[in-house]
């Protein structure tokens, strides 16, 4: 069974910063990209990062470049996202989601919340 794990996330101050981390389990990691979504109160689930099954090939939502990093350790079966500079508007619940399979099933995080606030 395909389970994520997101942690790492809590509240702080605007300009602080936070690294969520996903714990990935029951598919073979490495073989998959990863993605980070967000959903703010009230609004639609959207899409914060990308990173490729190698790790090298990343993208990432307008809103956050520049501030936001997204990593993976395959050897931990692990992704990251590294976020800085935080701002009230990255008030969100943040998932990780992959997609996985042949018939390319979507996983999904329960997700941790981020709260930005002064």
């Known amino acids: 069974e395909v389970q994520l794990v997101e942690s790492g996330g809590g509240s702080v101050q605007p300009g602080d910063s936070l690294r969520l981390s996903c714990g990935a389990s029951?598919?073979?990691?490495?073989?998959?990209?990863l993605a980070w979504f967000r959903q703010p109160p009230g609004k639609e689930r959207e899409l914060v990062a990308r990173?490729?099954?190698?790790?090298?090939?990343?993208s990432y939502a307008e809103a956050v470049k520049g501030r936001f990093t997204i990593s993976r350790d395959n050897s931990k079966n692990a992704g990251f996202l590294q976020m800085n500079s935080l701002k009230p508007e990255d008030t969100a619940v943040y998932y990780c989601?992959?997609?996985?399979?042949?018939?390319?099933?979507?996983?999904w995080g329960k997700g941790t919340q981020v709260t930005v606030s002064p």
């Open positions: 990173i490729d099954s190698s790790g090298r090939d990343k």
């Open positions: 029951g598919f073979t990691f490495r073989l998959y990209s």
């Open positions: 989601f992959v997609r996985v399979g042949v018939v390319a099933k979507d996983h």
